[in-house]
Every structure is written in structure tokens, then in C-alpha cells.
């Protein structure tokens, strides 16, 4: 098995690519007023960030997980970047994450979890990229608090790289990104491909894959 890509885009080209249409795109429903009319400026431009649907669901699951011990979460944004009309947008198909060492004011990888996650990335069955990473503020809001930021810097300081700040609570989310020494609000979309039902937010039809082993079903009697 080859060893999942997981840092750096200097290696591989960027492939150009339309981002995904209006009609399978969405405001998040968690989005501040703020947020929401920055969501609806750029309704026409389009994003420099898509997450979709199940990645959006992931993070929120897990950041709702262990929100009633106020202990914050994070992970890893799996992903690509693809280029449309000159604009660079990165596109979050799924999340990674392991064993955490958390309270509720800061969370890390726990050593052993490393492994762990890099077992998981190789499961992942795509070929991604680390487009950022997400973690939980249980009840603090959204922000960048001087830790987050230096993480950022050290890690995930390409301009494609996103923090993704949830607060299950509060029913907040906000990403982020660095901007030279900046941080600044990075307005997003959730996005479904289209075998997926965006109503119930749930798919409906598995996309059938290369390679998958699908027991035929034979309809005798
Ligand atoms: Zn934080």
C-alpha cells in the first residue's frame, strides 16, 4: 500500500475544476448573522472553501460527542485544492482523528494516537491532501485563540489551509486562515455530490466505486 500524501502541493499540480454548483451547495445552518451575509455575499463568486456534507456532519457529531464534558476535539481536513477562472478553492470530501488529549480549553494528538491516524489515513482510499483541520471551543465561541494560531503558523500556514472552529453549544462554526502574520474569517459552503439527498442529510445512493465488491443479488425463487 502506498503511503497516504498528506502534506505539501508543490509536487503535484493543480487541477483545474469547476466548484460545486448552487443547486448542491449550502450556508451552514450554524453560521453566525455575520457569517451568513459574508456566506451570502460571495453567493456568486464562490468560495475558497467547500466541506462537504459528511465531513460537516463528522466534525459536528464529534465536536457533539463530548460537548457535555465540555472537552474539546479536533481532526484533520481531508481533501483536495482545485483551480477555477484563476481562483484557488479547496474542496474537504472527509475528516481524520484519533485518541485526544483534551480538556475543555485546549486538545492534542495523544502520542499513541498518532499511529492511529496515520492507519486511518491510509484507509481513507482517496488521493488527498491536508487541507486543514478542525477542533471544538465546548461553549467559548468561535476564534483563534494565541495556541490555535501558533498551531496554524507552524502546520498549516498554505493559504489553501483551513481552521475549522466549532462550539457544539453555542451552535457556532467559523474556519480561518492565515493571511501573511493575519488571521482572518474565511466565509465557506457545505456541498453534497449528487448521488446524495441534501433534505435529509443522508445518502440515499451509494456511489458505486472502482474496484468495490458488490455482492450480486441474484432475484430467483
Ligand atoms: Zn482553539
Known sequence: MSSPHIVGSKDRPIREREPPPKDR???????????????????????????SKLAEEKIRNHASSTSSDRLEVMGLLLGNIFRCNGNEYALVRDVATTDLDSSSVRVRFSRDG?????????????????????????????FMSPTDVET????????FHSAVVIDPISKEIEAF?????????????????????????????????????????????
Open 25 to 51: 451547495r449550502t450556508a451552514h445552518k450554524w453560521l453566525n448573522d455575520k457569517a451568513k451575509e459574508e456566506y451570502l455575499g460571495l453567493e456568486e463568486k464562490g468560495y475558497e472553501l467547500y466541506i
Open 114 to 142: 498518532m499511529e492511529k491516524l496515520f492507519a486511518s489515513l491510509e484507509d481513507a482510499g482517496f488521493n488527498y491532501l491536508i487541507v486543514g483541520w478542525y477542533h471544538s471551543h465546548p461553549g467559548h465561541r468561535c
Open 177 to 221: 486562515y492565515l493571511d501573511g502574520s493575519k488571521v482572518k474569517s474565511r466565509p465557506f459552503a457545505i456541498y453534497w455530490d449528487e448521488f446524495q439527498n441534501p433534505y435529509y442529510g443522508e445518502t440515499v445512493r451509494r456511489k458505486r466505486l472502482a474496484g468495490d465488491a458488490q455482492p450480486i443479488k441474484a432475484n430467483r425463487r
Open 152 to 159: 496554524q503558523r507552524g502546520l498549516f500556514n498554505k493559504r
